[in-house]
């Protein structure tokens, strides 16, 4: 299985950034894509997930500013962030789970600077 991450980048206060991730190599659905994120110092944290019946989960620090979405039939996972602050600055990562087994993407960058 292999995780795809894009969308990362610099972005100013108050801006917007979509995430994207591809998963291929699995001859099944996920039940649960997501996104995590780690920044310097801090342990990894949900952002947020969705399950293959797109019931959603979000992190106390995101909700209402980030909202994500999955296509089934691509096995892709986006997350649109906006109103993004300073403190969402971090390493964003894909993740995909299917029973007990747990995948990851490699990260993306997101930096919210002026």
């Known amino acids: 299985v292999q995780l795809v991450e894009s969308g990362g980048g610099l972005v100013q206060p108050g801006g917007s950034l979509r995430l994207s991730c591809a998963a291929s190599?699995?001859?099944?659905?996920?039940?649960?894509m997501g996104w995590y994120r780690q920044a310097p110092g801090k342990q990894r944290e949900l952002v947020a997930d969705?399950?293959?019946?797109?019931?959603?989960n979000y992190g106390d620090s995101v909700k209402g500013r980030f909202t994500i979405a999955r296509d089934n039939a691509k096995d892709t996972v986006y997350l649109q962030m906006n109103s993004l602050k300073p403190e969402d600055t971090a390493v964003y990562y894909c993740?995909?789970?299917?029973?007990?087994?747990?995948?990851w993407g490699q990260g993306t960058q997101v930096t919210v600077s002026s």
């Open positions: 993740s995909a789970r299917k029973f007990l087994a747990m995948y």
């Open positions: 190599g699995s001859n099944s659905r996920f039940n649960v």
């Open positions: 969705i399950s293959s019946g797109g019931s959603t």
